[in-house]
Structure formats: C-alpha cells, structure tokens
Nanobody
Framework: VQLQASGGGLVQTGGSLRLSCVASVSIFTLSRMGWYRQAPGKQREWVASITSEGNTNHDYSVKGRFTVSRDNTKVYLQMNSLKPEDTGVYYC?????????WGQGTQVTVSS
C-alpha cells in the first residue's frame, strides 16, 4: 500500500489547513487510517484515526480543533485553530492485514 499525503504549509497561529491522504488501494480495504506527527527533536505521535466503519478518534491535544474524515478515495485531517506546537511533519498511515504502512509526510509550520 502506498500513501501520499499533501496539504501542508506555513500558516499563522489560529489559521487552518486541510491535509489529504490518498492510498494506492481502496481505503475501504484498510482497517484503519491515521494521522501522526513528528515535531523537531521529538518522537512521532498519534494525532487522529478513522476506521473502515467510519469511527473516529482524536488525541486530547487536538480534540475540538482537528477533525479526521474520509470520502471514497481520500482521508482528510481538517486542522483549525492551529498553534505553534502543532508544527511538525504530518504522516498518513494505513493498517491492512496486521501491517502498518506509512506515507512520506507533509510539513506543517505554524508561526506565532
């Protein structure tokens, strides 16, 4: 499974971005898709995920500001009220047959 994330960029505090992730297979064959991020000098951390049934979960640090969703071909991460601490490389992941696949990441930078 190949994943391609896009939509990152530079935004001011309080701004919004929408990340997209497209998979090389039907997303409905993936048991779960998720978003992770990695800030400079820190470990990669989970941000949000959506299952093949459409159930969503968000980390407490982004709950109420970020929303994961999907359509027939892509998974999205709508990010509102962005803060400088949201800065990092955002990765799309997908679970299939007990294996996790990763995309290449897209940079999000929030200026203060």
């Amino acid at each position: 499974v190949q994943l391609q994330a896009s939509g990152g960029g530079l935004v001011q505090t309080g701004g919004s971005l929408r990340l997209s992730c497209v998979a090389s297979v039907s997303i409905f064959t993936l048991s779960r898709m998720g978003w992770y991020r990695q800030a400079p000098g820190k470990q990669r951390e989970w941000v949000a995920s959506i299952t093949s049934e459409g159930n969503t979960n968000h980390d407490y640090s982004v709950k109420g500001r970020f929303t994961v969703s999907r359509d027939n071909t892509k998974v999205y991460l709508q990010m509102n009220s962005l803060k400088p601490e949201d800065t990092g490389v955002y990765y799309c992941s997908a679970d299939r047959y007990s294996h996790t696949f990763w995309g290449q990441g897209t940079q999000v930078t929030v200026s203060s």
